[in-house]
Nanobody, 120 residues
Framework: QVQLVESGGGLVQAGESLRLSCTASGSIFSIALMGWYRQVPGKQRELVATITRRGSTNYADSVKGRFTISRDNAKNTVYLQMNSLKPEDTAVYVC??????????????WGQGTQVTVSS
């Protein structure tokens, strides 16, 4: 099992920045991919950004150039630096981690989420 704890959400004005953190504990030795998703009530959860253990990143088009995902493997922590925030970035941001359990099989774990609210 993997436990994920997020922090860093809050209320900011448009154009400001926030940094989210997510720390993994438990069976962390085989965590491969980590990332951030976001969810707005009534909508599907959407990908924000992911990062592999080696540092390869992937971003949603809507956040490219504004958000940066990074990872500290020694601290089992993934970060999301969010700059130039827009009201449409308002959502619950949820951390995810994929743990390798067998060849070509991973289990996904989710955090509880942290609220980010951007006022106009």
């Amino acid at each position: 099992q993997v436990q994920l704890v997020e922090s860093g959400g809050g209320l900011v004005q448009a154009g400001e920045s926030l940094r989210l953190s997510c720390t993994a504990s438990g069976s962390i030795f085989s965590i491969a991919l980590m990332g951030w998703y976001r969810q707005v009530p009534g909508k599907q959860r959407e990908l924000v950004a992911t990062i592999t253990r080696r540092g390869s990143t992937n971003y949603a088009d809507s956040v490219k150039g504004r958000f940066t995902i990074s990872r500290d493997n020694a601290k089992n922590t993934v970060y999301l630096q969010m700059n130039s925030l827009k009201p449409e970035d308002t959502a619950v941001y949820v951390c995810a981690a994929d743990r390798v359990v067998a060849i070509s099989r991973t289990d996904r774990y989710w955090g509880q989420g942290t609220q980010v609210t951007v006022s106009s």
